[in-house]
């Protein structure tokens, strides 16, 4: 391609923001981010903001390149044989590549009642209201966070560090992709924090009042104030635009995250699933995932075949307040090994965890290229080869699944 090369981003959150950053280090390359907030959220501390130890924002002009226009605005649809995208304020922006970096939200999995009475808390919004709501609730007010998974965790340990009564409801399981080692660290923190733990059969919530959660085998909870924090979603963008999406809405790709309706548009972070075989969604799935697409639009532009996405995800991390934490160890193919670390030292590598992709944005704004990705190295974890090895082996049950169905 010849000439200058316009490419739109969609997004500006860890996925969208390395992406457009790494999409600077060609002169011939304009880069858009459309994004519908002026500053950067940090989601994971988001719960830090609910528990008011941080604000969960960094300015863009410390993680963006300066050469990114910054466009403050909502994208309503992908308009894919025009190659341009339409604005809530009105008007278009035009594009020769777009990247698709929309991320996620939350999810009330259709609980009678959760929409109306529970407070999620996906978002940086979401999560500044529920802040207003826990400092004007009265101290002996009962709180019931439902969702086992990591910011169900940290939601209720930050608010039991402030001395609320707190009960998680996990449904099935508490941390479902701990090992069972640091599941059991979890547990005994949270009980020294005070948190009332309900996991198993009959623990699923199955409806959401003003005053209380009823449970699957009967029990009424009450609680003056449920924050919802078990399941997530996407943005309606990308199916009412006619991309092919999976049955969630994220935007299918192949294993080089290009759609497989359009080789003009790239996805990645949350929102993309490459061959239906989504990564888990994380801030450490999402900066490869940035990196990976802007390095897909490059390839295209310089007339060259794009190379499948390999990277892995090495861990989970988890705080317990702000005095304890679990940094969970896995194999590259994302499944927790018996090995973690807890306690204070756990704390620490969450806040390093928590600190480090900040520093990784800002370092591919002032070196675009310079991104990569640790695990790679790294002799704690098994080479890139397993990572891809088990992933054809997914992609091939997957193919052959679906070839007996027809």
């Known amino acids: 391609m ?32 459309i994004n519908p907030r002026p500053a950067f959220v940090e989601r994971i501390r988001l719960h830090q903001l609910v528990g008011g ?30 190659r341009s995208v339409a604005l809530a304020t009105g008007g278009a922006i035009g594009y020769d590549y777009l990247v698709y970096a929309v991320g996620s939200g939350s999810a009330d999995q259709g609980v009678p009642g959760a929409a109306e009475f529970a407070y999620p808390t996906a978002s940086l919004e979401q999560a500044q209201r529920l802040r207003s709501v826990v400092d004007g609730a009265p101290a002996t007010a009962s709180m019931t966070v439902v969702g086992g998974g990591p910011l169900g965790i940290e939601i209720a340990s930050e608010l039991a560090e402030l001395g609320r009564t707190v009960t998680l409801v996990c449904g099935e399981q ?52 449920t924050i919802w924090a078990a399941g997530f979603g996407v943005p309606d963008l990308a199916g009412p635009s006619g991309l092919t999406t999976d049955a969630v809405g994220r935007l299918l790709t192949d294993e080089t995250l290009t759609s497989v309706d359009d080789e003009r548009i790239v996805a990645t972070g949350d929102a993309a699933t490459p061959s239906g075989l ?13 990196s990976h697409a802007a390095d897909t639009v490059l390839s295209r532009i310089a007339g060259e075949q794009p190379e499948d996405f390999t990277k892995g995800i090495a861990a989970m991390c988890v705080s317990l307040g702000r005095r304890a934490g679990v940094f969970q160890l896995s194999h590259r193919n994302d499944i927790a090994t018996r090995f973690y670390i807890g306690g204070r030292t756990g704390a620490k590598l969450k806040e390093a965890a928590n600190t480090s992709p ?4 800002a370092g591919e704004a002032r070196k675009p290229g310079s991104h990569v990705w640790w695990v790679k190295e790294s002799k704690l974890f098994r080479g890139e080869g397993m990572s891809r090895k088990w992933r054809e082996q997914r992609l091939q049950a997957e193919r052959g699944k679906a070839l007996t169905t027809r």
């Open 2 to 33: 010849t000439g200058n090369t316009d490419v739109v981003v969609i997004g500006g959150g860890y996925a969208g923001v390395m992406a457009a950053n790494r999409l600077t280090q060609r002169d011939d390359v304009t880069v858009t981010l």
């Open 53 to 82: 130890s941080d604000d969960a924002v960094v300015e863009f002009k410390d993680v963006l390149a300066d050469r990114v226009r910054l466009v403050v605005d909502t994208v309503t649809r992908i308009d894919a044989p025009e």
């Open 174 to 225: 508490l941390g479902p992709y701990l090992h069972p080692r640091a599941r059991r660290s979890v547990a005994k923190e949270l009980s020294r924090l005070g948190v009332t733990v309900l996991e198993g059969p009959g623990s699923k919530v199955t409806t959401v009042t003003r005053d209380a959660v009823r449970l699957s085998d009967g029990r009424q909870l009450p609680s003056a104030v």
């Open 278 to 290: 989504p990564l888990r969604m994380s801030c450490q799935a999402a900066l490869p995932l940035g």
């Open 358 to 361: 900040i520093q990784q944005l």
